[in-house]
């Protein structure tokens, strides 16, 4: 479904994006850890073209994400055609960037049909906070509103850059829920967090990155109980403790 | 060791809640409001008492037909350059902030010559347009309304004035906006782009209604200096408010009494504005209420 192939990205000298391939199948649920700084973020902005890529490609379903290939080249998109693209990916930022100056209806209503945002609102468990302003609702209702708001356009993978961390502790949990209920539901998600505990039991992968390389992958009990590499463990050994 | 010497003091015994409260007194307050009201009340006194201002000559002018006529005028004035001086900052806002570098040179180019020239000048120079190019057709850039006059005898002095108003006010509503454009957060932008939503959409849709919270308090007071600015143009002779009682005390030499005509229309109108921009501001402000 995502296919990431060595990706490099650089702000100006800093190489934050060193060679990353990864892939993730449809239905998959792939969690990412890693240090502050080691290129979480901006991995998951280079998959839906917020970020240009330096060099490597990225496809979502077989469609190279900001390029077409012409005559052995690739040729950039126009912005119409990757804002049309970034309708298929979903994807959820740590501060909600919700529109302050629209209800939670009229923020999910801005990219799908009235009934279709009632629909996705009473997804995340929002149907009665329809008509509050995003002032109004708790931290984590708003990034509940956000999860709706991501899924109206219906898009084929979600992404999470850090769900809960602008969250009070007692809000993690109703935002982990509504992510939990979108894993078993089959939506495929690359999800940014550092709840080890929720990576252990939703993700059917874990992906450590650490300085700009994904250093270690696999199922979550390996990666989680028997790190392979001492970077892993470290970060682990930090996380945990 | 005696018991009862060592329990706290508590707060049970003397119930807190039970006790009258006493607001905190701000004396100095009431010294100050005493003083505006004695000179309020000496200046209102003397508005009344001293026959230098000549208040029935006022009352037989403040309601004329020619005044009338001229407050309308001001009006006319005041809502066209407004409209089009805004319409036309916008365009010229989105082009200084156009990421072609032409674009934005062309937008900011605008602004600097449009700030640089003096309104009267301008106005002046618009007013006497028809000795410059005499035989030529006219097409102003920015200035769409204007291209279809085919001879420049065509362009009647209120339009001239109206031009003038507008191209001018176009240069600081186009600062105003870009401000107002600027002050939206990164992320609101970064959102809508996430979600694929279409870029004049997203101007429309989501960077202007919360850029308007910054722009109005800024735009009203254009507006406001605008509908008071246009007292400028009575150098072209145009019917407006002040060039009509400058005409009128030119005749009969009540010069205070016109003055104060014109005065208290200027103040009732900029009430009126202020009013209006409350409302309007309120209206933006929504979702910032809890
Ligand atoms: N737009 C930018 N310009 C310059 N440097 C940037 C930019 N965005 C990110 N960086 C830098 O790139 C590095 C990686 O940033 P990134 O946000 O991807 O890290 P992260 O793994 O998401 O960290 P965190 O866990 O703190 O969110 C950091 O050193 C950061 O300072
Ligand atoms: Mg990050």
Known sequence: ?241 | MTSGTLTPPSTKDDDLSALPVVPARHPWRWVGVAFVLVLAAQFVHGLVTNPAWDWPTFARYFTAQSILTAVGTTIVLTVAGTALGFALGIVVAVLRMSKSPFLSAVGWTYIWAFRSIPLIVQLLFWFNISYLYQRLSLGIPFGPEFVSFETISLISPMGAAILGLALHQAAYAAEIVRSGVISVDRGQLEAAAALGIPRLRQFRRIVLPQAMRSILPNAANEVISLFKGTSVVSVMAIGELFYQVQVIYGRNARVVALLMVATVWYIILTTLLSIGQHHVERYFARGDRR
């Open chain 1, 1 to 241: 479904m995502i296919e990431v192939l060595g990706v490099h990205k650089s702000f100006g000298s800093l190489e934050v994006l060193r060679g990353v391939s990864l892939d993730v199948a449809a239905g998959e649920v792939v969690v990412v850890l890693g240090p502050s700084g080691s290129g979480k973020s901006t991995l998951l902005r280079t998959i839906n073209h917020l970020e240009k890529v330096d060099r490597g490609y990225i496809t979502i379903d077989g469609d190279l994400i900001g390029y077409r290939r012409r005559g052995g080249k690739l040729h950039e998109l126009k912005e119409r055609e990757i804002l049309k693209q970034r309708r298929d990916i979903g994807f959820v930022f740590q501060n909600f960037n919700l529109f302050p100056h629209l209800t939670a209806l009229e923020n999910v209503a801005e990219v799908a049909g009235l009934a279709d945002a009632r629909h996705f609102l009473e997804r995340v468990g929002l149907a009665d906070k329809a008509d509050a302003y995003p002032r109004q609702l708790s931290g984590g209702q708003q990034q509940r509103v956000a999860i709706a708001r991501a899924l109206a356009t219906r898009p084929k993978v979600v992404l999470f850059d850090e769900p809960t961390s602008a969250l009070d502790p007692e809000l993690v949990g109703e935002v982990l829920d509504v992510l939990r209920d979108l894993a078993r539901s089959g939506t495929t998600m690359v999800v940014v967090t550092h709840e080890i505990g929720f990576a252990r039991e939703v993700a059917d992968r874990i992906v450590f990155m650490d300085e700009g390389v994904i250093v270690e992958e696999g199922p979550p009990a390996d990666v989680l109980d028997h790190p392979v590499h001492e970077r892993t463990r470290a970060f682990l050994s930090k996380v945990l403790s």
